[in-house]
């Protein structure tokens, strides 16, 4: 008989410490700010997070959390919630918001979208130094499930 519930969930949060659960931490998740060379050519880069406010800013919805950015500044470390000027519910049309809308604008993404983008200099990084890791990819399972062979296996590729 096949238990309810699910064999393993991939989730960019923070830890869980939800007793049910086992987290298996994957991989870091680096984020950047990024835009096009043409955009900061028309707007000029920031140099500092409160040169951000002077920015075509693209974010997710008002609710995501992917609009937290954590950011280094002269004291410290400093988290806020951001809103854009151009809201949007899906990561690929903010890449392609930045990429070909007009001018663009700034927006927050993990590094594993923007490489190639970067790698073949359609985009560049803004403020690099000062942009804080965000939480880590995990693969979550229940622990009657992490024993299962096939979940093994795939935790191992992972």
């Known amino acids: 008989m096949n238990e309810p519930g699910f064999d393993l969930c991939l989730r960019i949060?923070?830890?869980s410490h939800h007793e049910k659960l086992v987290n298996t931490e994957l991989a870091a998740n680096s984020r950047q700010l990024i835009a096009?060379?043409?955009?900061?050519?028309a707007s000029s880069a920031p140099e500092k997070p409160s040169d951000l406010s002077k920015h075509r800013l693209i974010t997710h919805t008002k609710r995501s959390t992917s609009n937290n950015w954590h950011i280094r500044d002269g004291s410290g470390t400093r988290s806020f919630h951001t809103r854009g000027h151009f809201l949007i519910n899906?990561?690929?049309?903010?890449?392609?918001?930045?990429?070909n809308h007009g001018g663009g604008g700034i927006a927050m993404f993990p590094t594993y979208i923007t490489a190639r983008h970067i790698r073949f200099s359609a985009l560049v990084t803004v403020l690099y130094n000062l942009v804080m890791k965000d939480y880590p990819i995990h693969a979550i399972t229940l622990p009657s499930?992490?024993?299962i062979p096939k979940i093994k296996v795939f935790l191992e590729f992972l």
């Open 145 to 147: 499930r992490q024993v």
């Open 90 to 99: 899906s990561g690929d049309a903010m890449l392609r918001a930045v990429l």
């Open 13 to 15: 949060s923070p830890h």
């Open 36 to 41: 096009t060379p043409a955009y900061l050519a």
